[in-house]
């Protein structure tokens, strides 16, 4: 993922004040607990003076002053345990509430970047920062099949509305489980309004909570920027379509409502064929119908998406009109 000098350090200031946050939540609860249990405190100097006596003796070779040192480091420790114990908590409040338990909020692992930097990298190339706002609503929690009839039946499948959200739930969760050991994808089709961007957004929620790189275009964000990368000839424009790549997952939203022509034609055929090569999942949701699929899009994108896809058609009323309405 390119960044700019300036890009870099605005991501770097953000775990800065993260580290800093964390600092003065730590304090203020150690201040706290201290002040309420003043054993804690005194625990606390012992265990570490006696951690540093035990420096001593071990660089010493002193090993049988070593064991009853480490024997006494233990006793102090449990007793903290005890107390925090007994007053309903762990020794894990004294630890920061880190956003990203796996870099602890640096942002790097090893000297690599850690996966919560790439996403932040993602949010501010890719201005996708309001996502996390969508989220919050859009995401299994607050999923209901309230909205779905249970008449009439398609039939096609025999499935009412309802139960096919529910089997597309099904798929979605199974998508979500098994991400990082089979490859798949999901091609999401259907009426408008029947909760096809809902059900993605409910995917990214819950591949975003587990350390996943995700992008999220509608088509026309997609095709802008695969048109500035096409007719840009720099590294940058280079880079970033490698990421649009790269990702864990990408997500396409209303496939069919950009302009289709030769070069959105042929730039689909090339983003998708070269995830499917790279083994990286794509999610796309469209409108289109499947014939309307093959007579949009190329015989080869038609083929790539039949063979390489888990085909979700979801039908109803549109939900969206449903709400608005009260009906």
């Known amino acids: 993922m390119p960044l700019t000098n300036s890009q870099y350090d605005e991501i770097q200031r953000q775990y800065d004040a993260r580290q800093l946050r964390n600092r003065r939540i730590v304090e203020q609860r150690r201040a706290k607990l201290f002040a309420e249990h003043p054993r804690l405190k005194e625990l606390e100097?012992?265990?570490s003076s006696a951690s540093v006596t035990q420096a001593k003796k071990l660089l010493d070779g002193d090993a049988?002053?070593?064991q009853a040192l480490h024997s006494q480091l233990e006793d102090y420790r449990a007793e903290r345990e005890r107390i925090l114990s007994s007053i309903g908590l762990d020794m894990h409040c004294l630890e920061p509430p880190y956003a990203c338990p796996d870099c602890r909020d640096t942002g790097y692992i090893n000297g690599r970047r850690c996966h919560c930097f790439e996403q932040a990298a993602i949010d501010l190339v890719y201005t996708q920062s309001n996502i996390r706002s969508?989220?919050?609503e859009e995401n299994f929690a607050h999923f209901t099949f309230s909205c779905y009839p249970d008449a009439p039946k398609n039939p096609q499948t025999g499935l009412s509305a309802r139960e096919t959200a529910q089997k597309a739930v099904q798929d979605a969760l199974a998508f979500i489980?098994?991400?990082?050991?089979q490859f798949d994808n999901l091609f999401l089709y259907g009426d408008t309004g029947t909760g096809k961007t809902f059900l993605s957004n409910c995917i990214a929620k819950?591949?975003?909570d587990t350390g996943h790189?995700?992008?999220y275009f509608t088509a026309f964000q997609l095709f802008d920027i695969l048109e500035k990368n096409k007719f840009q000839k720099d590294m940058d424009a280079a880079d970033s379509l490698q990421h649009i790549f790269d990702c864990d997952?990408?997500?396409i939203d209303d496939l069919g409502t950009e302009l289709s022509n030769t070069f959105t034609v042929s730039q689909l055929f090339l983003c998708l064929n070269e995830r499917i090569l790279r083994k990286k999942s794509t999610v796309i949701s469209t409108n289109l119908g499947i014939n309307q699929l093959h007579d949009t899009y190329s015989e080869r994108i038609f083929s790539r998406i039949l063979s390489n896809y888990t085909m979700i058609k979801l039908f109803g009323d549109d939900i969206r009109f449903k709400k608005k309405t009260n009906l």
Do not use: P, R
């Open 249 to 251: 997952l990408l997500i």
């Open 64 to 66: 049988g002053a070593l």
């Open 134 to 136: 969508i989220l919050e």
């Open 45 to 47: 100097g012992l265990i």
């Open 206 to 208: 819950e591949l975003l």
């Open 213 to 215: 790189s995700v992008i």
């Open 177 to 181: 489980k098994n991400f990082d050991t």
